[in-house]
């Protein structure tokens, strides 16, 4: 791992953290060999695409470090590194790892197979918030937490592509000649210009769609099979049984993490307390069981989970006991 304490240095030197004597050795190994100012030079590369892509985002560093630990652990255990170009890649990717450890970013540099000129970065959001990323070509992009998407140093002659593990809701600019491509464990979405929520959590086995505005292309890897889909549409893909459902969605339940508004039209309680406990990760027990098929009709906008909790209760004439924080239970009531 000696490449990775120079790399170490090369962040030191970009973010101004650098001592006179780190500067020193640093440069001592640049002048050693043309391929350490190769790798310099990508390293550099890397670090300017990624602030670029930043907006808004701060790492979490204690995740990150675990995360990128283990890539590193893997990579060891399952890349033999050969002569030539291959070996100087993969060192570039294990070494560029522990560069983001030691300066505490929550990054990795890698290259996929036939894409050597392309440097990409995944950005990981570890925080209970959605994170806005803006892409070169002007494309928006909310990441909900616990995902991760991996972005390109620069976008193709003729796709943008990008890869996402997790959810998020993407605003893509407009490039007829240039599609927007999304591709996930199981799925490919492509579209040139529109607006549509993805999540493709890894250990979840659905993959879900919903298109807000424009057209979106959805493909089935395993199959080839393709739908497009229109504004509200949405999409939803089981790879355990390899099932496809197609219909028609309001936005809102899909959209709430990032939207943050919640909209039901007499549904029976049993299905809005647990579409509350997930948008603000809380446990709400109805202690009479008798009451999850009252129907209520019901909107909320930005409301604080305390706020909602009390709606509910006073909807349908129940007491709030608070257990603990983000905990509660919603006793006696009724329909009437």
Known sequence: MEQAKYITLIHKKLSGQISSTESKHLKQWLEASADNRQLSNEVEQAWKMSTGYRE??????????????????????????????????????????????????????????????????????????????????????WLNKNSEVDLPSRFSNDKREVRLRGEAFFDVAKDAKRPFIINTQDTEVKVLGTSFNVRAYPEEPLTHLTVQTGSVKFTVNTTGENWVLAPKDSYQYDREDNTIVKGKDDGFQSLAWHTQQLAFEDEPVQKILPAIEELYEASIQLDNPLLANCGLTVTFDHNSLEEVVQIIATSLSMKVVNVSPNSFRLEGGSCE
């Open 56 to 141: 808004e985002y701060m790492p979490d560093v204690e995740k990150g470090l675990d995360r990128l630990k283990q890539r590193i652990e893997a990579e060891q255990a399952t890349v033999r590194p050969i002569a030539g170009r291959s070996r100087r890649l993969w060192l570039i990717r294990t070494a560029g790892a522990a560069a983001a450890i030691a300066a505490l970013l929550v990054t990795a540099w890698f290259f996929y197979p036939g894409q050597s000129d392309i440097v990409w970065e995944t950005v990981a959001n570890s925080f209970n918030k959605e994170q806005k990323i803006q892409l070169p070509d002007g494309t928006i992009l």
